[in-house]
């Protein structure tokens, strides 16, 4: 559903030969987000990891993807092999039919890379979002307590409501950690050097 505006999007800026094009992940699935990250690059665009324009702890961050040298040519290469991929035919990499975002078995080693990058990335966005809800949550509960007043009921009512979210928070955090530790060895192991410390903002 959402796969035919992305891919238009991303072939707009191959188009202009914008240096750098971004993404959300809209396919509510990170294996098929990253299956789209291996398909821009067979259009030139190469993964590069959490964007720059991504509003600080957004559950649903943008992700960058750089430019190549030689986008040019693998744009036309893939336009040649694949002249219905903007009209739901087959992508490069993929397999043809229903499900197009399925890698197929020469592209699925690439595919569980980019798959292990990206989780790695979005595991880190995980402090950032949930520490900001638990300064918000405070002061939007001022509202209701100007309210009825600053009664101890009232006062323990909200902070009830706080600790709720700060024990969604710490169990949240807790399993972005073991993301960040799982897909960090699999990247360790394949000797993939991610997060570049640029990176790191």
């Known amino acids: 559903m959402f796969l035919q505006p992305q891919m238009k999007a991303l072939l707009r800026d191959s188009a202009q030969g914008a240096e750098r094009h971004d993404a959300r992940n809209l396919q509510r699935s990170w294996r098929k987000f990253a299956a789209f990250a291996y398909v821009a690059e067979q259009y030139g665009y190469r993964y590069e990891g959490l964007s720059s324009i991504s509003p600080k702890g957004s559950p649903n961050p943008y992700f960058a993807f750089r430019r190549l040298p030689d986008a040019p040519e693998r744009s036309a290469w893939a336009a040649r092999h694949f ?7 087959q992508l490069p990499g993929m397999r043809p039919g229903g499900n197009r975002l399925r890698p197929l078995a020469e592209a699925k080693h690439d595919v569980d890379l980019l798959h292990a990058r990206i989780m790695v990335d979005y595991s880190r966005t995980h402090r950032r979002r949930g520490l900001t809800a638990l300064l918000v949550i405070p002061l939007a509960m001022l509202i209701p ?20 979210f700060a024990a969604l928070f710490a169990t949240g955090l807790y399993i972005a950690r073991r993301r ?6 699999i990247l360790r192991e394949a000797d993939v050097d991610w ?5 790191f903002r």
């Open 180 to 185: 960040y530790s799982k897909y960090g060895r």
């Open 83 to 89: 002249p219905t991929a903007l009209q739901g035919g």
């Open 145 to 164: 307590l100007s309210q009825t007043g600053f009664t101890p009921q009232s006062t323990l009512v909200c902070a009830g409501i706080w600790l709720f």
């Open 195 to 199: 997060p570049p410390s640029s990176s």
